[in-house]
């Protein structure tokens, strides 16, 4: 249940900072996550493409760093696109 609504909530992030800083393409894209949270990198690139084929069909990287975070909690760092 909780990696559904970190999934929708690095989703949301994500369309957030693209229209922010007019990227159209999201390339590259480098996330802070909870220790415990066991995300991986290829299931979330999955998630995104299947959400928004369109603005992540050139997704490339997903960087999962872990720290002590809350544990529905992810800080999207960079995204990198055109």
């Known amino acids: 249940m909780d990696t559904n609504i970190l999934y929708e909530k690095i989703y949301n992030g994500l369309l957030k900072m693209s229209k922010e800083y007019s990227v159209e393409k999201v390339e590259e894209i480098y996330i802070v996550l909870n220790i415990d949270k066991d995300i991986k990198?290829?299931?979330?690139?999955r998630y995104l493409k299947s959400k928004n084929a369109s603005l992540?069909?050139?997704?490339?990287k997903i960087e999962i760093t872990k720290e002590?975070?809350?544990?529905?909690?992810a800080i999207i760092t960079n995204i990198k696109g055109r």
């Open 41 to 45: 990198e290829k299931d979330l690139m």
């Open 56 to 60: 992540f069909q050139d997704l490339e």
């Open 68 to 73: 002590e975070t809350e544990m529905i909690t």
